[in-house]
């Protein structure tokens, strides 16, 4: 079956309509014509595989990884960059007019701000452990699948998480330590996170099941990766869990502080293993910068951050504000922002735990104004009664930082019925050579005439 690509989706497959149906095709990209054989087939829409390849994109390229037909972490490496770019805009336009009904003759969606080397740019990885002829290996998930690939090296990724990556694989084989088996729910080592920050610092997390045999020999291991490749702590992570959740609640440190210190614009932040915060560096200062340019503040506002984290944006926005007051529901992030503010010598920056849905409205119903808002959610957007609490406050901006943009069309199309109008959309290429892409959305209060 011959097919014409038109689109790329969410997921970074090409898409395709024929006898009224929609065909997902993975690799794909658009303006390509395409043989295809299905694999998953609905009533609306199926899923198939390239056969043939018989017009292709005048952009398709070579992908760079050797890995890249196996391993799911990229999606768009064999299409050109700045066609990347291209696509991801269109990509944020059609979603806004199709799900969000916006009209783009009124809202600017700005052309996608890009990396001039797009790679090397991840400061975190998450590496799952398999067995491969009796030696422990580390690699990612399959592209569309559970099995696990084994990796020497990621492109993703800064030479020196690599190399430590390599010599942790070295050291496991030596310690007698078994990867966990998903299906059977028996073995020891699930995964081995590796973050680190521009100031050089490297935090390797260990997450195992709860064994105390175990902690001898993780603490053998974490004295031999101590130095290595700048690594400053070790922490153990213990997961009980049969999901595929990657972290658990308890966490113990094996060696140095338990933490590593990241610096944003002039900021410094405390770094855990559990805390959220991007992982490209160099991108988060220019979504942050950004934001600060939509909130424009002058000095004398009160802002909001709402899913504030370890308060990254609420204190880069304390230090032109008069008051900012941040709410997320993880506690540990919400004890790291405090840290955080102390660590600045911010002041004028108050943090809550609480789900933002929840404090919001209570913060309006107790009379509480503020000038600007910003909202930093998870892919599942805000919640209604958090937007309505957030429009009953008046403030004159709204800042929205945006990792999905399904639910962000959702939300600004909420917003203008609530009084607020979407001025600009500035998508940031945080992931290059993946389907993702995050927005910074401007939005003005509607005076009346």
């Known amino acids: 079956m011959k097919l014409i690509i038109t689109d790329i989706n969410h997921q970074g497959e090409g898409v395709g309509r024929l006898a009224g149906k929609v065909y997902f095709v993975p690799g794909a990209l658009p303006g390509e014509e395409v043989e295809i054989e299905v694999t998953e087939e609905k009533k609306s829409w199926a899923r ?28 768009l490496q064999q299409l050109a960059y700045s066609a990347q770019l291209a696509v991801k805009r ?13 009209d783009l003759g009124k809202v600017e969606v ?4 890009g990396m001039v080397e797009p790679w090397q740019y991840r400061n975190k990885v998450v590496w ?37 990556k390599n010599k942790i694989e070295h050291l496991l084989n030596e310690i007698n330590i078994l990867p966990y088996d998903w299906r059977n729910h028996t073995g020891q080592l699930r995964h081995i996170i590796l973050r680190q920050t521009v100031t050089g610092q490297v935090m390797v997390g ?34 009980q869990q049969k999901t595929r959740e990657i972290l658990g609640r308890e966490n113990q440190t094996l060696a140095g502080p338990g933490f590593i210190e990241e610096e944003i614009l002039g900021l410094k932040f405390q770094v855990s293993l559990a805390a959220f915060l991007q992982v ?38 304390a230090r032109q504000a008069a008051e900012v007051r941040g ?11 405090r840290v955080n503010a102390t660590i600045n010598r911010i002041t004028n920056a108050s943090f809550r735990v609480g789900l933002a849905e929840k404090i919001l409205p209570e913060w309006e119903r107790e009379g509480y104004r503020a000038q600007v808002i910003v909202v930093d959610p998870p892919r599942a957007g805000v919640e209604l009664p958090a937007l309505q609490a957030m429009a009953g406050m008046k403030p004159e901006r709204i800042v929205y930082v945006a990792c999905d943009v399904a639910t962000l069309a959702r939300d600004l199309a909420r917003l203008q019925e609530l009084g607020y109008e979407p001025k600009w959309v500035q998508p940031v290429d ?13 939005l003005k209060r509607k005076h009346s005439p």
């Not at 269109?90 to 916006?102: C, M």
């Not at 700005?110 to 701000?113: D, E, H, I």
């Not at 099941?209 to 993780?218: F, N």
């Open 48 to 75: 198939a595989r390239i056969i043939n390849l018989h017009v292709p994109s005048a952009e398709r390229c070579q992908p760079h990884c050797p890995y890249f037909e196996q391993c799911g972490g990229c999606q």
């Open 110 to 113: 700005r052309s996608v701000l």
């Open 90 to 102: 269109e990509l944020v336009q059609n979603t806004l007019k199709r799900i969000g009904k916006l």
């Open 327 to 337: 709410v997320e529901v993880v506690a540990e992030a919400i004890a790291a922002a």
């Open 128 to 164: 799952h452990v398999t067995k491969v002829n009796r030696r422990l290996r580390l690699g990612f998930f399959q592209r569309g699948g559970q099995q696990i690939i084994p990796i020497d090296y990621c492109l993703l990724l800064p030479l020196r998480l690599n190399q430590l």
């Open 206 to 239: 260990l997450v195992t099941v709860l064994e105390v045999s175990l902690k001898r020999r993780l603490m053998e291991l974490a004295s031999k990766l101590l130095g290595e490749e700048g690594v400053t702590t070790v922490v153990w992570n213990i997961n």
């Open 430 to 442: 945080m992931f290059p050579h993946t389907a993702h892409i995050e927005c910074v959305v401007s």
């Open 280 to 317: 490209n560096p160099r991108q988060t200062e220019v979504l942050y910068q950004h934001a600060a340019g939509a909130a424009a503040l002058s000095g004398g506002e009160k802002v909001i951050d709402a899913y504030c984290g370890v308060g990254s944006i609420a204190l880069l926005m």
